[in-house]
């Protein structure tokens, strides 16, 4: 296993009180990430809020736990914050002030102009969708993966992979995508 990834694994399960952000104009990947990591932190015992700048566009109202997502004015000053889908701090927007309270910070994304702005990064180019590195995370937590989670994981990938039409869809997406279908979603 990478070392970012067991280094961020050993800080989730070390640590409770955390803050998800999405990038600011999030998409699917993006809301479909916080949205699945919010549900794995809260049902391994851990207190999280997720937060975006930005509103959810209508065509995501339907993702379990979305109706969790608080405007950062409004989210709480936890000491630990995730990143997840954001290849810059800069996409965080007015969340930025979140960021820079928190004691310490992890950035979990795919892009390959990751900037590696967080005090723990995990960035995998490999994959076409954060929702991959979460569904992984999530098993490696130990959490069980219902159909909540796999319902948020999956449009992330969906929505990354232009419905699996673009060309950063790989053999391991399919199978990602194929275990989230077995969750009954």
Do not use: W
Request: glycine share 4%; with cysteine.
């Amino acid at each position: 296993m990478n070392e970012q990834l067991t280094a961020i694994l050993e800080f989730i399960k070390t640590h409770d009180k955390f803050t998800i952000i999405s990038h600011s104009a999030p998409d699917g990947d993006a809301l479909g990430s916080a949205a699945a990591l919010f549900g794995t932190l809260c049902s391994i015992g851990k207190t999280a809020q997720v937060v975006c700048e930005s509103h959810v566009p209508s065509v995501y109202s339907f993702l379990p736990f979305i109706d969790q997502l608080k405007p950062c004015s409004k989210a709480e000053d936890f000491p630990y914050l995730i990143a997840v889908d954001c290849a810059d701090k800069s996409r965080l927007g007015l969340c930025t002030g979140l960021f820079d309270f928190a004691e310490k910070t992890v950035n979990i994304d795919h892009h390959k102009t990751n900037s590696l702005f967080a005090d723990l990064n995990y960035v995998d180019t490999d994959v076409a969708a954060t929702g991959e590195i979460i569904l992984r995370l999530l098993k490696l937590l130990g959490a069980k993966l219902d159909k909540k989670m796999a319902t948020c994981l999956y449009t992330a990938i969906m929505t990354d992979t232009g419905n699996f039409a673009y060309n950063n869809t790989r053999p391991a997406t399919f199978i990602a995508a194929a275990e989230l279908l077995q969750a009954d979603i």
